[in-house]
């Protein structure tokens, strides 16, 4: 099996039957891998009793097609599809993949996952803003590289944003291979949270990864300010 059916596959059974994504095999593999992190948070939620989530594109109206972002944007911009995510007794969360956040400086980052309040999401739909940081749960920078291409640049690039991120956000480094320099640095810095050989035929290290967001939903909903 490819690579690229693997992840599409992966996609296909969180988003479930009711809804197809727009990527297929053909599609570029990092798109397909930031989808494939995106599923991740998806089954998190929905490993969670009286969860409910509907698939909704930028306009309000349910999605026929899971649309993905191919490249970062706007939350406000194009029509592209999120996942809504409803608890009971909690605040409404949405899913995105693809979206620009302002983080503790205003400067603009691009988060490839992201998951935020919806009533922060709204905000910014309405009045063309971008999220800020301190309003999401959980943010992601994925990397699907070959292993010449993945280098300490792209440590040090994680590691400098994550200062620039507030701390209700937890944000991660999600990538496809590993690399003794990337990960010495990162070891070194308690405040990166990283994972590594995330793909379909690392179980073990993806089941890291799935727990991870399943603690940080967990989290959420024991919460109390994020009650109604």
């Known amino acids: 099996m490819t690579i690229n059916k693997a992840l599409l596959d992966q996609i296909r059974s969180a988003l479930g039957g009711s809804i197809n994504p727009n990527l297929t095999t053909r599609s570029a593999v990092f798109d397909l891998f930031e989808a494939y992190v995106f599923s991740f948070l998806v089954e998190a939620a929905k490993s969670e009793p009286n969860v409910n989530i509907d698939y909704i594109d930028t306009d309000g109206k349910k999605a026929t097609t899971f649309t993905f972002r191919t490249s970062p944007g706007q939350i406000f911009n194009g029509l592209y599809t999120h996942a809504e ?8 969360l949405e899913a995105h993949v693809g979206v620009r956040v302002s983080g503790i400086s205003k400067v603009l980052h691009e988060c490839d996952v992201l998951l935020l309040e919806k009533n922060e999401a709204e905000f910014c739909r309405n009045n063309n803003v971008s999220p800020q940081s301190s309003k999401a749960i ?3 920078e994925c990397k699907h590289c070959s292993p010449r291409n993945f280098g300490i640049k792209l440590a040090r690039e994680f590691l400098g944003l994550t200062s620039d991120f507030s701390k209700n956000c ?15 640095l990162l070891a070194h810095h308690k405040n990166g949270r990283w994972f590594r050989y995330v793909v379909p035929d690392h179980l073990t290290d993806v089941d890291l990864l799935k727990s991870e967001f399943r ?7 024991a919460t109390k300010k994020y009650s109604v």
Do not use: D, M, W
């Open 85 to 92: 995510i409803t608890f009971q007794r909690k605040r409404p």
């Open 138 to 140: 959980l943010a992601g």
């Open 215 to 221: 603690n940080t939903i967990k989290n959420f909903i």
């Open 170 to 184: 937890k944000y991660y480094f999600i990538y496809n291979t590993t690399s003794q320099s990337v990960e010495e």
